[in-house]
């Protein structure tokens, strides 16, 4: 069958309890489609959530209120979850970037400086949706998909002129449309960050070649990311907050100007 929302083939699809569609892994979730019954998929999780949280009073209070201090926050943020399955699909998704990396001087030699920009473009943006996502006590890990895997592979390819580096994404359970969007949001700041991070440094060393390479690719990472289509980053901002989106690619557009001049 065909995911309802995207059109992606899924031999084994996900069908809504609410509104009765068939998605793709990608859009099972009722926020993840837009589903018209979002509101009932949301009260169902807060009435879930409130009894687990009835059935935890017992608790002692010192240790709840060490949980809803900034300490307790910090402690949730720095708790990083992961499993064998996230750590073979991030080394499969990253060997084929290092490649892409490569084939830009065609697997000849490639400053090491260079490289390490390339990869941490990726995986710094990946990270930031797992971390905050996983901060806000959602169920996130990273996942490749095969049509992303063969065209992140056919971009290896030396002579193809145009790359295209999209080997998988984050999963994310949260139910909550405003977190959803920032954690949807945080990937794209991550490369902004960067990139005018790497286009400061270029004005204090200019004569190092791989910073400018630092700043352009972060930026076509963000700028890429933003686009409101398909399931990108972009289209999850869009949904939640297009003012949001607007400052976020205005300010993409900036530095993708600046760093391509």
């Known amino acids: 069958m065909k995911c309802h929302r995207c059109g992606l083939e899924e031999s084994i699809p996900f069908r809504c309890n609410y509104c009765g569609e068939s998605f793709c892994y990608l859009h099972r979730i009722p926020i993840n489609h837009s589903c018209p019954f979002l509101d009932k998929y949301t009260q169902k999780k807060d009435l879930m959530m409130r009894g687990n949280y009835n059935t935890s ?3 002692s209070v010192s240790s709840a209120s060490v949980s809803n201090s900034p300490l307790g926050s910090l402690l949730r943020a720095i708790k990083i979850k992961t499993s064998k399955t996230e750590l073979l699909h991030l080394s499969v998704a990253t060997l084929l970037i290092t490649a892409v990396g490569l084939s830009l001087n065609s697997y000849r030699h490639i400053s090491w400086q260079f490289l390490a920009i390339f990869i941490s473009a990726f995986l710094i943006h990946e ?3 797992k971390f ?3 901060y806000y006590g959602s169920w ?3 996942r490749t998909q095969t049509y992303g895997l063969i065209v992140t592979a056919i971009s290896a390819i030396p002579f193809i002129p145009f790359k295209f580096i999209a080997p998988g994404a984050v999963m994310v359970g949260l139910s ?3 977190k959803f969007g920032r954690v949807a949001l945080i990937g794209p700041l991550t490369n902004l960050v960067m990139g005018f991070g790497f286009l400061i440094f270029t004005y204090l060393y200019p004569y190092h070649p791989y910073l400018y390479a630092g700043a352009s690719f972060n930026a076509w990472i963000a700028m890429f990311n933003l686009l409101p289509f398909g ?3 972009g289209q999850k901002i869009f949904d ?3 003012i949001a989106w607007g ?4 300010i993409t557009m900036v530095l993708f100007i600046v760093a391509y001049l």
Request: charged share 20%; aromatic share 12%.
């Open 140 to 142: 996130a890990e990273f």
């Open 231 to 233: 399931v990108l980053d």
């Open 176 to 178: 909550d449309r405003s």
């Open 127 to 129: 990270f930031a949706h």
């Open 132 to 134: 905050l996502a996983q």
């Open 240 to 242: 939640w907050n297009k």
């Open 247 to 250: 400052c976020a690619m205005a």
């Open 57 to 59: 009073s017992s608790s």
